[in-house]
């Protein structure tokens, strides 16, 4: 025995001594690429071995690292949590799901390769997930070629379901222009007539704005400016400084830190204090309300999903998933904070896929064409796979028509002013599906 | 001499014939990774030119690369049908007009300042496109159809998954050729002069500024012909590839490989995608610290890249 386990005999070939020569460098790094190598290539035939019934692979894409991580993280929870619950009540059609997780870094590049192999290599059955509008728009041609589902998550670029829809993409959650079908009655009847906006500068921003200028302004209502600020500014006060003039509201579009940074320093300039302050319910998410403390006081939204259980959310099923979410987010931020819109909307994303399979009697992706017949047109009621209230899934777009809730932040926390019936959003489809 | 040269197209036609053989045998996702493995080694053997060859730090590359991708995409939108030549023209077209725009105002400086000229310079392009939605598409970009192989008189067909990679496999081997010619040329050698002594070299009567934008615009040609490729390979183009950081990948792929050796860069990039890939299915939200540990233990073990002991023989 020697002193230093580095001495071992057996130790010297693997401990650096100070005599790495390049052939013993390139020696070992060949080797390790070589043993990832095979392991990347040889397929998994143990996995067919496990189990009685063959579980349905559903691939999800989300961005688990690069700017978006925090939202995919949070995104992935939703989808997990409804995986899970699946299989424990007895999985689809007899058979459990498979979750097989791709992070796409936050890029679009890395996305569609991750696409790829989640549809080649691993054979997924159905694909749920993304979160950056891009990658989604980005990916689906892949999931065009390879002729498979995809349900999107968060995604909400417009153009996912009218002029760049595709008959394999669903997007089960509400868009721009039903939002603002739905939020600008109030806007212009209750808050003011004259309005600012302000919006992130990039396609996102940009379609949300256009959306609601033209509902304000059927209305009879105005938008007397706007002001883009670019995507990432870490100070807007240069942009927000030039805010000024007779209107009587000042709206905001923005998500994420952008929107931290919006309401912290529209509060500072006294913007929220000399006009009413609206906007994007993604302004006001509850995992930006403790950073924003007093500043988002008196904000007025709209949002697909609230953390309230006041009714009419006081039901048993939103009880159940919000008490569920709250324990599976706390697993990944201590600080537990409340279920939000991506949670929900991936939660539900899942139980659409599960009710279509169901419904389609779906064996794999060779019924594919079956699944996309039953999920077109579905029509789904509140429940414990959508706590979040009624739904359709119109054939002609595959977008989802849903219930809004109009809400403000009152003491920190949201309260439910108003809700906007799925009926009340419909706007009329602007997609025309190439032959599948 | 003559035994270097003979080993060193040995060499060469032995990875050709590997290269062409990859499709034929590898899985379906093997099969086109291996393809954007020679796409983005196309991008980091033209930002060698630069850094190894010229001693010139870009990260304006993705500039270059990216508005390769937007000129296929603008004539693959605009022009119908499809047409694959049409398509590469205006992608090196667009690289050029910009290559040639960075290039006059940026080599007017030294070291560190070409290389955050640069950088300022793909961001400048980066904002414009970002916030261009009515052009470039903003944030989403642009998606289109693939365009068919075709020959003029000859006829066309559309691509597959083995034809796109031979072609791809053609023109990057066809643009190494031609780089290895730059390289090896008078021009390439007060390049070179210019890395190691940009003073002595001025002293001795080049006009070194000249060179430098020259230099510069075939470095962005190069680039943008890697960004045609991964246009027409993806059906997309989008602003993140305009952004800096593909700029840095693309030193990474050239620090890992080996700087001045043209092959180098490729085998850089080879490396570490194969690298996060791998590490991505084992560790999926950690896999860049083991990358980076790894990356890091090259620099202080390996400060050559993987092939920089053959740089000698790889500029015979």
Redesign the interface.
């Known amino acids: 025995m020697t002193e230093r386990w580095q001495e071992e005999p057996w130790a010297q070939d693997l401990w650096w001594s100070g005599k790495?020569t390049?052939r013993r460098?390139?020696g070992l790094?060949a080797a390790t690429?070589a043993a990832?190598?095979a392991?990347?290539?040889v397929p998994a035939p143990w996995r067919k071995a496990f189990g009685q019934a063959k579980p349905y692979k559903v691939g999800i894409m989300q961005p688990?690292?690069g700017v978006a991580a925090a939202g995919g993280k949070t995104a992935l929870v939703g989808s997990m949590m409804a995986i899970d619950r699946v299989n424990k009540t007895g999985g689809v059609n007899g058979r459990p799901l498979e979750a097989i997780?791709?992070?796409y870094e936050s890029?679009?590049?890395v996305g569609?390769?991750k696409v790829?192999?989640l549809l080649?290599?691993d054979q997924v059955d159905v694909a749920e997930g993304g979160y950056l509008?891009?990658v989604c728009?980005?990916c689906?041609?892949v999931f065009d070629e390879h002729r498979t589902v995809f349900m999107v998550g968060v995604c909400l670029?417009t153009?996912i379901t009218t002029t760049?829809c595709s008959r394999y993409v669903f997007r089960p959650f509400d868009y721009a222009p039903a939002q603002a079908v739905a939020f600008a009655p109030y806007l212009v009847s209750k808050l003011g007539k004259k309005w600012h906006i302000a919006y992130l500068?990039?396609?996102?921003g940009?379609s949300t704005r256009d959306a609601y200028a033209a509902e304000i302004k059927k209305l009879g209502g105005e938008v007397v400016g706007t002001t883009?600020i670019?995507?990432g500014t870490a100070d807007m006060t240069s942009f927000l400084s030039k805010i000024s003039g007779s209107f009587d509201g000042f709206f905001g579009i923005f998500f994420g830190a952008n929107a931290v940074v919006l309401a912290t320093q529209a509060y500072d300039l006294g913007l929220t204090k000399k006009y009413r302050f609206a906007g994007d319910g993604a302004v006001a998410e509850s995992t930006h309300l403790p950073a924003l403390g007093q500043k988002v006081e008196g904000f007025t939204g709209i949002n697909r999903y609230i953390p309230v259980l006041d009714p009419p959310l006081n039901t048993p099923y939103h009880k159940r998933f919000y008490e569920e979410a709250r324990a599976r987010l706390k697993q990944i931020d201590p600080s537990g904070p409340d279920p939000d819109r991506y949670v929900q909307s991936n939660f539900e994303a899942i139980n659409f896929l599960k009710l279509g399979m169901q419904k389609s009697g779906f064996r794999g992706r060779e019924d594919t064409m079956k699944l996309i017949e039953a999920l077109e047109g579905m029509e789904v009621k509140e429940s414990d796979d959508f706590p979040q209230g009624d739904k359709t899934l119109r054939k002609e777009d595959h977008q989802a028509f849903i219930r809004e809730f109009i809400f403000d932040i009152k003491n920190n926390k949201h309260r439910l002013l108003e809700v906007i019936s799925k009926e009340k959003t419909f706007v009329p489809p602007a997609c025309s599906f190439q032959k599948a | 001499m003559r035994t270097q040269r003979t080993g060193y197209w040995v060499g060469f036609v032995v990875v050709l014939g590997l290269l062409t053989v990859a499709p034929l045998v590898l899985p379906e996702f093997w099969r086109r990774f291996v393809t954007e493995i020679l796409i983005w080694g196309l991008l980091a053997m033209s930002s060698d030119l630069l850094i190894g060859y010229t001693g010139m730090v870009s990260f304006g590359h993705s500039a270059f690369f990216g508005l390769g991708m937007y000129g296929t995409a603008a004539a693959l939108l605009a022009l119908g049908p499809p047409n694959l030549w049409l398509a590469l023209s205006s992608g090196l077209v667009s690289a050029a007009v910009v290559a040639a725009f960075v290039a006059y105002f940026a080599t007017r400086l030294r070291d560190i300042y070409f290389a955050i000229t640069t950088l300022v310079f793909s961001q400048i392009f980066y904002v414009i496109i970002f916030t261009w939605t009515d052009m470039t598409g903003g944030e989403n970009g642009l998606t289109f159809s693939q365009p068919p192989f075709s020959i003029p008189g000859l006829g066309s067909g559309r691509f597959t998954p083995v034809t796109l990679h031979w072609f791809v496999l053609g023109v990057v081997t066809l643009s190494y050729l031609g780089l290895r010619r730059i390289t090896q040329s008078p021009f390439g050698m007060v390049l070179q002069s210019i890395r190691e002594n940009e003073a002595r070299t001025r002293a001795i009567g080049y006009h070194v500024e000249r060179y430098k934008i020259v230099a510069v615009m075939l470095s962005g040609l190069f680039a943008g012909l890697a960004g045609v490729l991964y246009a027409i390979q993806n059906k997309f183009a989008a602003p993140d590839f305009v952004l800096f950081l593909v700029s840095g990948e693309a030193v990474i792929f050239n620090v890992m490989g080996g700087m001045g050796t043209l092959v180098g860069p490729v085998a850089g990039a080879a490396f570490f995608l194969l690298l996060r890939e791998a590490f991505s299915r084992f560790f999926p939200e950690y896999y860049l610290i083991p990358v980076g540990v790894i990356f890091t233990l090259m620099v202080v073990f390996l400060p050559q890249g993987l092939l920089g002991f053959l740089r000698r023989r790889l500029n015979a």
């Open positions: 790495t390049r460098f390139l790094s690429a990832l190598g392991t990347m290539l688990l690292t997780v791709a992070d890029k679009p590049d569609r390769r790829e192999k080649v290599e509008s891009n728009v980005a689906m041609p670029d153009t760049k500068d990039y396609a996102w940009q883009g670019p995507l």
